[in-house]
């Protein structure tokens, strides 16, 4: 039987088994939520409730079915957090972890299993990239940690109750999660801004993609040699505080004569900002979503869908993905073929992938959004937010997570594992690896737009 199975496990493309492994941790994740010692008494808690809670975990979308200050007990927040660090750095991420603990040798077929779950393009460097990545995450979410939870005691009656939401909100805005353990996600604090400062950096940190975050870090401990970022790095970063800050101007001329009326610079800059950065992936808010007007709500949706960077905590098409459909067409207008950035020319290959990610992403979307549609008594505009939250991994959400379906809550667990484990990963799991043509046809040409 073993062997058997051992022959299928082998057979497996490296996107198949790396669904696997996250399909088994959700599974495990479910049956962990389930247990007594994790729910409070007499809380309203279901098995649809524990898989959806597992899988917006895993993706760490956000979304969420229950108030967990009424739901869990500390023993249940701390499987959440287990949890969340699985969904955060990769199940790779940690596997690596243990296999150098325990001194297995890391072949050939667990380096392309990592170069899949971290969507990098070459087998070279991985497991440093891997053991760096462990490094740089758990320091953040301590430091986030730390500084939260010391400031916590100014709200806190206890250091233990301080420490504990400091902890919970670190790995929540670091692994870009969006849960929450106050009932209410941010809005208890939308007047405190050093809260609010402290976690945008830390779901910046999550969101703005690993390499990123290594490459700085190498070169602050370069010793004077001379360093080059990549085209990957300074595109990931370049589109992504666009965004941001596009977004959050875009936010305030929408809100202008709307929620902003009465309130002052500093507090709709604050609650512009703030959505616009947590919109990358993150899904904490600091105000009431419903309390936005339509053209506001359809800003935020298309950020969630844009998402984070790619090997990042987030999910969505990408950063890049967006950025290089927006240079081709720019440049395709122009007559180019091709497209130049920093002294470089972006490979064809990343081109196509772009578009079919984007295409795919919106076919998706679109027809969950039908599908709900038919499914739900439920406004368009909640349905369409909540499918981007949900494929975005954002975790937002104006406040129909708990009234879906069984059939609808589904739909919503699939567009978060999705948007978990990447479109490429998953065209690859349906569709099988990438082939290269032994023959071609004639070309022939037809008529296009």
């Not at 108030?67 to 949890?83: A, C, H, P, R, Y």
Request: glycine share 8%.
């Amino acid at each position: 039987m073993w062997e058997k199975l051992k022959k299928f496990i082998d057979k497996l493309k490296p996107a198949q088994l790396i669904v696997s492994y996250y399909i088994i941790v959700v599974t495990i994740s479910t049956l962990l939520l389930c247990l007594p010692v994790a729910i409070k008494k007499g809380a309203d808690w279901t098995l649809m409730d524990a898989v959806f809670t597992a899988v917006s975990a895993v993706s760490v979308t956000g979304l969420t079915t229950v108030n967990f200050s009424e739901t869990f007990t500390t023993t249940g927040l701390f499987i959440l957090i287990f949890v969340l660090q699985i969904g955060g750095v990769g199940i790779m991420a940690l596997g690596t972890f243990f296999w150098i603990v325990f001194k297995r040798k890391i072949g050939l077929r667990e380096r392309r299993l990592i170069m899949t779950d971290q969507n990098q393009t070459n087998l070279s460097g991985l497991v440093n990239l891997l053991k760096q990545l462990l490094v740089v995450f758990i320091f953040i979410e301590l430091a986030g940690a730390l500084i939260l939870g010391t400031y916590f005691l100014h709200y806190f009656s206890t250091w233990q109750d301080a420490y504990l939401h400091g902890l919970f909100a670190s790995v929540t805005a670091t692994t870009n999660a969006g849960f929450d353990i106050t009932g209410a996600s941010l809005i208890p604090y939308a007047n405190d801004y050093f809260i609010q400062f402290i976690h945008m950096i830390l779901i910046t940190l999550g969101a703005i993609g690993f390499p990123v975050l290594i490459e700085v870090k190498n070169f602050f401990k370069r010793k004077g040699e001379l360093f080059h970022f990549t085209l990957y790095t300074k595109i990931t970063t370049l589109i992504y505080f666009i965004l941001v800050i596009t977004g959050g101007i875009i936010f305030i001329l929408f809100e202008i004569n709307h929620f902003f009326v009465g309130k002052s610079w500093h507090e709709s800059f604050f609650y512009a900002f703030f959505q616009s950065v947590s919109t990358r992936s993150g899904g904490l808010v600091t105000l009431d979503l419903t309390q936005l007007s339509e053209a506001t709500l359809l800003l935020l949706s298309g950020l969630m869908f844009i998402g984070a960077s790619p090997s990042s905590v987030g999910g969505g098409i990408r950063t890049t993905t967006f950025a290089i459909s927006l240079l081709f067409l720019y440049n395709f207008s122009r007559g180019n073929r091709t497209i130049k950035l920093f002294k470089r020319e972006v490979h064809e290959d990343d081109i196509m992938k772009a578009f079919v990610v984007s295409i795919f992403g919106v076919i998706v979307c679109f027809v969950s959004v039908m599908i709900l549609c038919v499914t739900e008594d439920l406004p368009l505009m909640s349905l369409v937010f909540e499918v981007c939250s949900a494929f975005g991994t954002s975790g937002m959400s104006l406040g129909i997570t708990a009234d879906l379906s069984n059939f609808g809550k589904i739909i919503i667990m699939l567009l978060m594992f999705i948007g978990r484990v990447g479109i490429l990963t998953f065209i690859f799991m349906i569709g099988g690896k990438e082939k290269k043509e032994n023959f071609h046809y004639p070309k022939e040409r037809i008529i296009i737009g």
